[in-house]
């Protein structure tokens, strides 16, 4: 006897179920359960896409150079961050690489700003919001006050959403007097490429990530001097899934 061969089954969508039950005379009751089957499926999927686009984006985004100093004076706080252009300018090519868009919502509840962060792909979208006082410090007037704390709400909800990390220079990681990265300086050596190697890619980024952020033509070209502080500065990072 012939062998029987076994077919294989695609499940049917949500959709296709909608519409065997209206051909079928479902009742109203059946055609919205399945409505609503059908939107939790089109967001499911819309999900998958964005963690997809979202875990590509991050693994190609380096670390954002601060490029600002805040100081209050001779022997008081000073600190360095970036500033909403900074990051723009470093995220916003690669977002748009791969269909990522952002925007702002801001409100005020209680006395406290509340800044939104939506970012968005296709039909799906997650928020990032935080609270904050108007930053009333200085002599800012009312609208100030506010328009401080609404681009520094801005910043962090940004990078909360995108998982960003901010360094104040890549000197630490390489030198770039020469043109190649190493200073004229002796390069790594196999061992110590192959391990600079392993934990990028523990932290699921890559090699032409690291090479691109420090800029060097390859890994090995990395001046050997640098290694240690390479080495510590990508085992610190947050592991990016892929």
């Known amino acids: 006897m012939p062998a029987i061969g076994l077919q294989q089954v695609t499940p049917a969508t949500p959709m296709e179920m909608l519409s065997r039950a209206m ?33 590509a984006a991050r693994a190609e985004i380096p670390p954002i150079k601060k490029n ?23 995220i916003l090519p690669i977002l748009s690489k791969h269909g990522i868009s952002y925007r702002f919502k801001t409100t005020v509840t209680d006395k406290q700003i509340v800044v939104t962060c939506i970012l ?18 200085g002599s800012k007037n009312p609208i100030q006050a506010i328009g401080s704390t609404v681009t520094y709400l801005q910043r962090y909800t940004l990078k909360a959403a995108l998982g960003l990390s901010a360094t104040d220079d890549d000197d630490a ?5 020469n043109g190649n990265g190493n200073g004229g300086s002796r390069t790594l050596s196999d061992e110590q490429t192959d391990e600079l190697f392993m934990a990028i890619d523990d932290s699921g980024r890559t090699e032409e990530w690291f090479c691109k952020f420090a800029r060097i033509k390859e890994l090995k070209d990395l001046a050997s001097e640098r290694f240690d502080a390479a080495l510590a500065y990508v085992k610190k990072l947050e592991r990016i899934a892929q």
């Not at 000073?78 to 300018?89: G, K, N, P, Q, S």
């Open 23 to 55: 051909m079928s005379g479902a009742t109203p009751d059946v055609l919205e359960k399945l409505l609503a089957l059908q939107e939790r499926w089109e967001n499911n999927q819309a999900r998958k896409v964005y963690d997809e686009a979202i875990s």
């Open 68 to 90: 600002k100093t805040v100081s209050y004076g001779a022997g008081k706080t000073a600190y360095h961050h970036e500033d909403l252009a900074e990051i723009e300018r470093t």
């Open 120 to 137: 968005s792909k296709g039909g799906y979208r997650e928020e990032n919001s935080l609270p904050a006082p108007a930053d009333t410090s």
């Open 173 to 177: 990681v390489s030198v770039n007097t």
